[in-house]
């Protein structure tokens, strides 16, 4: 089994900035990629950021800019850099991971979740 822990989250103004980790433990081999997916109360969860295992990172149109995600494959731990937050990225954020627990063979996982709120 595998764990994601996010940390991070808090409250914040509209302009500030926000750190999130997420650290992977358990029975695994390695991470394949990893990201972070956020769901505002109301709203589906959405994609923000993913990056590979060779650091190829995909961000959504709306955090273009303003955040940065990144990893550190020795710590398997992935990381979100939010700066200029708006109220409208007022969501739980959400780590994900494609992991390779056997051989060739990947599960896909989910942390709980970290609460960020940007007020306005």
Known sequence: QVQLVESGGGLVQAGGSLGLSCAASGRFFSMNAMGWYRQAPGKQRELVATITR?????????????????????????????????PDDTAVYYCNAD????GITTREYWGKGTLVTVSS
């Open 54 to 86: 060779s650091e190829s990172t995909n961000y959504a149109d709306s955090v273009k800019g303003r955040f940065t995600i990144s990893r550190d494959n020795a710590k398997n731990t992935v990381y979100l850099q939010m700066n200029s937050l708006k």
């Open 99 to 102: 992991a390779v627990v056997f």
